[in-house]
Structures are given as structure tokens and as C-alpha cells.
């Protein structure tokens, strides 16, 4: 069975860091991108980018480029979402996806408050 | 920047076709992909490419496309079907995007 497990709830202060992970487990980890994406508070689907696992490949939305790092693990079919410092705006609930987007994870919901 | 237009609400009685639309200029050159999200829980996919119904999707959920506009139809709706649609698409350099999303009331 194909699964896509996040790490759990993060609460952190402004200017903290942080890395989530996404990790993939019943199928070939390497030979599918991994994308991520956001939904803030009562609002719709946004596109963050997309990793290959295989040779670490790595898109990025413009609306994401240099605002966080998307980077991953094959050895232990992971893939991570990192912030080198929050904002309260990065307040929202994180999704990884199978590309082909038709496994998803149950999301990581990040919450950054003073 | 590339946007997928969606209307904000659609809502229909239980029994009726619901349909809901996703205009886009690059939708002719790139597939389209349909999620359903209900609340407090991650995305479904309900079609992918168009038109193809991934499988555990009732056969009452439909997709098709015609120039710059994709549509979901839901067939027989049922109060179970209330819920946020997302179409999911592509921009020329295949950056994905997402519409501002649907959410279908069953009345």
C-alpha cells in the first residue's frame, strides 16, 4: 500500500527554523517527484515545488523560490520542507504529494506565533 | 502569472447534476486534474487527465474538456459530494497550478 506519512504539528515563534518531512513507503521512492503544498487558513491548494528523490532535482514555484528549501533523503524515502527562518504568514497546513497526485499526505499543520 | 479560474460556489439539490468549471488559456496543451477536500481532511483526487477516474471514485464523477475550459460533472449528487473542488493544471514551462477552488453546497 502506498502511504505518504508527515511528521506531526509544529508551533514556533517568528524567526525560528524548521523542517518537516514527508516519508514515502509501498512503492519505488526514488522514481516518483514529490511535490508540496500549502493551504493557509481557510483558503485554497498553493503549489510549493517538487523533488526527485532519485538525483534530488528540485523545482520551485516563483512564488516559493528562496523562501524555503525542499530537499530529500532516498536512503530512508524522505523528502523535507525547511524554513531557515518563519513568519507568522508561513501559518498554514503542509501537504506532500505523489506526483501523478494521487497520494497525498495527511498534511503537517505549522503554526508560527509570537 | 498563469491562473486557473473557478467559480467560488456552486450548489445544487441532491438527486441533480452538478457542474463546475476551470478556464485556463494553457488548458488545450496541458491535462487537467480534479480534487475533492472536505474540511479538516487532505485532498481526494477525483479525475486525472481530463477525463480518466482513478479507481474508488464513484462513476457518477465525470471530467471533460473543450478549448480553455475543463469541467467536472457530478452526476446524481449526493449530500455526501458537499465539499471544496480544486481543478490542477499546468503552465507553458510546467509549473503547476491550482484553481482558487469550488465549494459545492448540496442543498
Known amino acids: 500500500e502506498v502511504q505518504l506519512v508527515q511528521s506531526g504539528a509544529e508551533v514556533k515563534k517568528p524567526g525560528e527554523s524548521l523542517k518537516i518531512s514527508c516519508k514515502g513507503s509501498?512503492?519505488?521512492?526514488?522514481?516518483?517527484?514529490i511535490g508540496w503544498v500549502r493551504q493557509m487558513p481557510g483558503k485554497g491548494l498553493e503549489w510549493m515545488g517538487i523533488?526527485?528523490?532519485?538525483?534530488?532535482?528540485?523545482r520551485y514555484s516563483p512564488s516559493f523560490q528562496g523562501q524555503v528549501t525542499i530537499s530529500a533523503d532516498k536512503s530512508i524515502s524522505t523528502a523535507y520542507l525547511q524554513w531557515s527562518s518563519l513568519k507568522a504568514s508561513d501559518t498554514a497546513m503542509y501537504y506532500c504529494?505523489?506526483?501523478?497526485?494521487?497520494?497525498w499526505g495527511q498534511g503537517t499543520l505549522v503554526t508560527v506565533s509570537s | 502569472s498563469y491562473e486557473l479560474t473557478q467559480p467560488p460556489s456552486v450548489s445544487v439539490s441532491p438527486g441533480q447534476t452538478a457542474r463546475i468549471t476551470c478556464s485556463g488559456d494553457a488548458l488545450p496543451k496541458q491535462y487537467a486534474y480534479w480534487y475533492q477536500q472536505k474540511p479538516g481532511q487532505a485532498p481526494v483526487l477525483v479525475i486525472y487527465k481530463d477525463s480518466e477516474r482513478p479507481s474508488g471514485i464513484p462513476e457518477r464523477f465525470s471530467g471533460s474538456s473543450s478549448g480553455t475550459t475543463v469541467t467536472l460533472t457530478i452526476s446524481g449528487v449526493q449530500a455526501e459530494d458537499e465539499a471544496d473542488y480544486y481543478c490542477?493544471?499546468?503552465?507553458?514551462?510546467?509549473?503547476?497550478?491550482f484553481g482558487g477552488g469550488t465549494k459545492l453546497t448540496v442543498l
Open positions: 509501498g512503492y519505488s521512492f526514488t522514481s516518483y517527484w
Open positions: 523533488i526527485y528523490p532519485g538525483d534530488s532535482d528540485t
Open positions: 504529494v505523489r506526483n501523478g497526485f494521487d497520494y
Open positions: 490542477q493544471s499546468a503552465d507553458s514551462s510546467g509549473t503547476v497550478v
